[in-house]
């Protein structure tokens, strides 16, 4: 299978980022029991390539879930983390550039 091929095949499985890929977790998590093993191997590449600068345990439940190991309810734990995680240092940034302009 050519890579144009199966980029068109995981056309609903594509993100591009966290936050999208976790509004269709389950669509993707459907779509993806319907690959062959090979594709599934091909796309594991591509959900750690989009999923590089996440942090390891967030990157790994999320895949856990989608190859369902995990429930609904972890990753929702681990998403809501994230999401706090990241308002905190959004919320830093913007004091230390409120400092620097003193």
Avoid: P
């Avoid at 068109?8 to 993707?28: P, Q």
């Avoid at 600068?53 to 967030?58: A, C, D, G």
């Avoid at 999401?83 to 913007?94: F, G, S, V, W, Y």
């Amino acid at each position: 299978m050519l890579i144009h091929e199966f980029m068109a095949k995981i056309g609903d499985m594509k993100f591009f980022g966290i936050e999208e890929l976790y509004n269709k977790k389950e669509k993707v998590r459907d779509q993806f029991d319907l690959l062959k093993a090979d594709e599934k191997y091909v796309y594991k590449w591509f959900y750690f390539f989009q999923t590089c600068h996440l942090n390891r345990r967030l990157k790994e439940n999320m895949w856990s879930y989608i190859t369902g190991i995990i429930s609904d309810d972890k990753i929702e734990k681990e998403y809501q983390l994230y999401c706090e995680n990241k308002e905190k240092a959004r919320l830093k940034t913007k004091e230390r550039q409120a400092l620097s302009n003193i």
